[in-house]
T-cell receptor, first 117, second 113 residues
Framework: GAVVSQHPSRVICKSGTSVKIECRSLDFQATTMFWYRQFPKQSLMLMATSNEGSKATYEQGVEKDKFLINHASLTLSTLTVTSAHPEDSSFYIC?????????????FGPGTRLTVT | AQSVTQLGSHVSVSEGALVLLRCNYSSSVPPYLFWYVQYPNQGLQLLLKYTSAATLVKGINGFEAEFKKSETSFHLTKPSAHMSDAAEYFCAVTASGYSTLTFGKGTMLLVSP
């Protein structure tokens, strides 16, 4: 099946710094990718929808200036957490939609654990 | 708009026992329904999906789910639990292949020897 990778898997950064997380679709092209945030023992919360070549669509309550999303190619989307604070510590998961064959199935990356100290 | 309710944040079963994880949905249009499994510190893996074809859907690892429109349910079952089934399970709904997924709060499945 289709594979989505995320890098890094874990990152620890100091408060006030920025962190970039990459999401790649390895064997298919993804015009749409999604970024989720998951707090411990909770469900996934959709943060934004990333469309290749256009601006991301953010969910209500998500700060677009804090969580910068760039979908520069059909296989890569990046999430940059700017001026990170401890409350941004979370598990970030991306997914990519595969539209080949009409499946529209979303494939999820393994997640990135962000810890802000 | 769509929503998903998963009854029971934790379900405990013995190895070899029947697994039943409950999911009820709300959707203003015919839904697409999914079950995902998440192991600790990992992403989500698709177990099975319903996309308006057969109402009984078979997935990986021996899991299956039945879409019941009259009950707005999509419960996940497995006849015999394995220790390796212990994980978090999420039910999700979407209105179409182009829509975003809405997840339930998840059910942690605990399997005891």
């Amino acid at each position: 099946g289709a594979v989505v990778s995320q890098h890094p898997s874990r990152v620890i950064c100091k408060s006030g710094t920025s962190v970039k997380i990459e999401c790649r679709s390895l064997d298919f092209q993804a015009t749409t990718m999604f970024w989720y945030r998951q707090f411990p023992k909770q469900s996934l919360m959709l943060m934004a929808t990333s469309n290749e070549g256009s601006k991301a669509t953010y969910e209500q309550g998500v700060e677009k200036d804090k969580f910068l999303i760039n979908h520069a190619s059909l296989t890569l989307s990046t999430l940059t957490v700017t001026s990170a604070h401890p409350e941004d510590s979370s598990f970030y998961i991306c997914s990519a939609r595969d539209v080949t064959g009409g499946s529209h199935e979303q494939y999820f990356g393994p997640g990135t654990r962000l810890t802000v100290t | 708009a769509q929503s998903v309710t998963q009854l029971g944040s934790h379900v405990s079963v013995s190895e070899g026992a029947l697994v039943l994880l409950r999911c009820n949905y709300s959707s203003s249009v015919p839904p697409y329904l999914f079950w995902y499994v998440q192991y600790p510190n990992q992403g989500l893996q698709l177990l099975l999906k319903y996309t308006s074809a057969a109402t009984l859907v078979k997935g990986i690892n021996g899991f299956e789910a039945e879409f019941k429109k009259s009950e707005t349910s999509f419960h996940l079952t497995k006849p015999s639990a394995h220790m390796s089934d212990a994980a978090e399970y999420f039910c999700a709904v979407t209105a179409s292949g182009y829509s975003t997924l809405t997840f339930g709060k998840g059910t942690m499945l605990l399997v005891s020897p």
